[in-house]
């Protein structure tokens, strides 16, 4: 990885730590950078102040009593969501299953793959997806927010959302 990259993935890997609500701060979070995830530039690169400022205000709202409230009402959401609407989206020809890097559903389509969560610090749920080209190159393309409350939506209403979701990707994947 080149060292640009590194720097990245170290800010990346940062925020997503600091929203875990594992975390009591920014120090414990350069800790597991350096130790754990073999990142030994971690220290310089969180050497700002407004970075640990911000880390230490994810990882003081992700602690919150309400956000793990939140945390453990969505992951309770996901497994009954992918519970009922699995025959569905089976039926499609899409697979569907829990993210292995997040809390969050993910849907694999036959040229694209999406990914709904919550938004940290809210109930509102996000979506993202990957298109693969006619040519073969894959595009992703940022979360983006919806108005949905995760405890608000039926199952019926997942099922529809992830419908036009992959409507939108099967298009632009035409397109690409």
């Known amino acids: ?35 754990i995830d073999c990142f030994p530039e971690a220290r310089t690169e969180l050497d700002d102040r407004l970075i640990r400022e911000e880390l230490d205000t994810l990882c003081k709202t992700a602690t919150s009593s309400e956000e793990s409230s939140r945390r453990q009402e969505f ?13 569905a989206i089976s039926s499609r020809s899409l ?7 997040e809390d969050a559903i993910s849907i ?21 997806r990957s298109v ?16 949905l409350d995760f405890d608000a939506m039926t199952a019926e209403d997942t099922l529809n959302l992830i419908i036009k979701l ?11």
């Open 95 to 101: 697979s569907l299953h829990r993210s292995s890097t």
């Open 132 to 147: 693969d080209s006619g040519a073969g190159n894959r595009y992703g393309f940022d979360f983006e927010s919806t108005h």
């Open 75 to 87: 992951s309770q959401w996901v497994d009954q969501t992918i519970e009922q609407i699995t025959p």
């Open 1 to 35: 990885m080149k060292k640009s990259e590194r720097k990245a993935e170290i800010r990346k890997r940062a925020y997503q730590y600091a929203k875990t609500g594992e975390y009591s701060g920014w120090l414990s979070i350069e800790h597991r950078l350096r130790s």
């Open 166 to 176: 992959g409507d939108a990707a099967n298009s632009m994947a035409k397109n690409l």
């Open 108 to 128: 694999e389509g036959p040229n694209y793959s999406l990914v709904i969560r919550r938004r940290f610090g809210s109930r509102k749920l996000e979506s993202a």
